[in-house]
């Protein structure tokens, strides 16, 4: 059974910095795309930043530069850097995970985690 954990959702002021983390377990893809995904509310989930098994990451424009997604193997954990947030910032965060084999997708999903960006 796939297993994702969040964590690292706090309340920060505008310009602060936090570090969530995604704990997999029971996932043993070895192609595959780690995501982070937020969703504030009355708004639709968007992704924020991915990272592929073969090293290639991805931002949606509104974090570049100030987000930064990592993943460490040994760990079995994913992480996302947030730098300089700003209020906007504020929502949901969920990570997913996206297994590939023989051509099929499957994703896992975290229960997410709270950000609060205050101004």
């Known amino acids: 059974q796939v297993q994702l954990v969040e964590s690292g959702g706090d309340l920060v002021h505008s310009g602060g910095s936090l570090r969530l983390s995604c704990v997999v377990s029971?996932?043993?893809?070895?192609?595959?795309?780690m995501n982070w995904y937020r969703q504030a509310p009355g708004e639709e989930r968007e992704l924020v930043a991915s990272?592929?098994?073969?090293?290639?990451?991805n931002y949606a424009d509104s974090v570049k530069g100030r987000f930064a997604i990592s993943i460490d193997n040994a760990k079995n954990t994913t992480y996302l850097q947030m730098n300089s947030l700003k209020p906007e910032d504020t929502a949901v965060y969920y990570c997913?995970?996206?297994?590939?084999?023989?051509?099929?997708?499957?994703?896992?999903w975290g229960q997410g985690t709270q950000v609060t960006v205050s101004s």
């Open positions: 997913s995970a996206l297994g590939i084999q023989w051509g099929v997708a499957y994703e896992y």
């Open positions: 029971g996932f043993t893809f070895t192609n595959y795309v």
């Open positions: 990272g592929a098994s073969g090293g290639k990451t």
